[in-house]
């Protein structure tokens, strides 16, 4: 059984517990490989490395220039290497092959856009107000980051933090969920092997409460990037917040997907199912909520059921399979007993709400629509991440918005209709970091990404999410000769 151990200053090492966990394929449910398991000896070693390669050696003397070419190197490597990467990453997590190959060569693309921006962070002069002094910025990287990440997209997750935090010039240090570790470290020795110096990117891997709270508390770790669940979220916040650090968090969400009557309803109809039932709906940004007109209700529903009849699952590593299982049991037993709630809310299932304990290890769960669902009820107000959709009716515009916007979370939305002002207007009143018109699910590395409300805290992607990793110095330099006299009023 291949044997993963954390990846410190450049090289494989082994846990100090010398103790493993075993991490499972949630398709045959047995397990294939063994992860080091963390303690926190093992993040100070990691954290002394980050940070001796962060004041010291090749990465803190290079220019950014020299920066951004081994980040495009990398890119590089990351791309020749998307198939190993991608069919580690998917035996670990279960989603498809076709998806999680597409994420990992996209993971080259994202490091080589930063690899741009390295050297174009500029300063700026400030124009003062006072005479005799000239004013100018400069932006520092902040020093050794902690990432810490979920099992749904390890790789793109990852790098969503790692490319612009390497791209300000920090170093870092990852722990990937337990779940799904054996990508991140197979992803570390390839950034070695691109050159990447020793200790610039370091991975301890092993159970949040083990090596996640030391990290995040390490008095070295000067930022903290997570992506997951609420409960580690808030808990993760309040460690930062005793050190006074800054954090980026992207916590989830339950984000309406909202079809109007004008709407083109073909279109909709698999922009409402790619929203909901991709990756299995264990995604972030899943449309959960569809909010749809009274006037097309019944008419959608029916067009929905039709296009979900033959929807094929199963291995999720053959081209024709579309839905793969749940990523762990856990998350398993977590969208059933939402199925249950549902029904006894009153809600009515119309498709799905089974699990399919013939396939795989069992870890599979129907596709399942619920209709005549309030919004004040659990499966419309709670985060599932799971394939299953909560059908909500609304009146008009207005009506709309208020449903849209009465729930904790404002990660993302969804709009669909054919009137230009109907889409600017309900653009405006919805709360949610990314809005989408007439599609579902485009992201990308140039546009940030993130949560209003609970959702969480600071922008990924785009030029912006550099300056997450960047503290801001104001110099200012005389230009009069003569220093005044604090004692003499001017
Ligand atoms: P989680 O939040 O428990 O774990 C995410 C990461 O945080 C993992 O690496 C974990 O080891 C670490 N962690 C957990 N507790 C920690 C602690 N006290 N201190 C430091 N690190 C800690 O997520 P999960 O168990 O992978 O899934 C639980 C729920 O999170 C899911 O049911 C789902 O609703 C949600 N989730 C959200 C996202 C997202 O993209 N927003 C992704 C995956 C899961």
Known sequence: MPTYGHHIAGKPVEPSSRDYLLTEDPFTGRPWARIARGTRDDVDAAVDAASRAFREGPWATMTPSERGRLLWSFGDAVAANAGRLAEIEGRDNGKLASEVN????????????????????????????????????????????????????????TSWKLAPALAAGCTAVVKPSEFTSASMVEFARIATDAGLPSGVLNVVTGLGPEVGEPLVMHPQVAHVGFTGGDAAGRRIYELAARGLKTVTLELGGKSPNIVFDDADLGQAVKGVVSGIFAASGQSCQAGSRLLLQQSIHDRFIDMLLDF??????????????????????????????????????????????????????????????????????????????????????????????????????????AVWTRDLRRAMLVTDKLKAGTI?????RATSFTSPFGGFKESGIGRESGVDAVKEYLETKCVWISTDLDVPNPFIRR
């Open 102 to 157: 597409a994420q990992v060569r996209y993971v080259g693309d994202y490091f080589k856009y930063y690899a741009g921006l390295a050297d174009k962070i500029h300063s700026v002069v400030i124009p003062t107000d006072k005479k005799g002094v000239f004013a100018y910025t400069k932006y520092e990287p902040k020093g050794v980051i902690a990432i810490i990440t979920p099992w749904n997209s390890p790789l793109t997750l």
């Open 308 to 413: 979900m009849r033959d929807v094929k699952l199963g291995d999720p590593a053959l081209p024709d399979t579309q839905i793969g299982p749940i990523a762990t049991r856990p998350q398993f037993e977590k969208i059933r007993d939402y199925i249950e709630i549902g029904k006894r809310e009153g809600a009515k299932c119309v498709l799905g709400g089974r699990d399919r304990a013939d396939l795989g290890a069992g870890l599979f769960i129907e596709p399942t629509i619920f209709t005549g669902v309030r919004n004040d009820m659990r499966i419309a107000q709670e985060e599932i991440f799971g394939p299953v959709l909560a059908v909500i009716p609304f009146t008009d515009e207005h009506d709309a918005i208020r449903i849209g916007n009465d729930i904790r979370f404002g990660l993302a939305a």
């Open 436 to 440: 989408w018109v007439n599609n579902y």
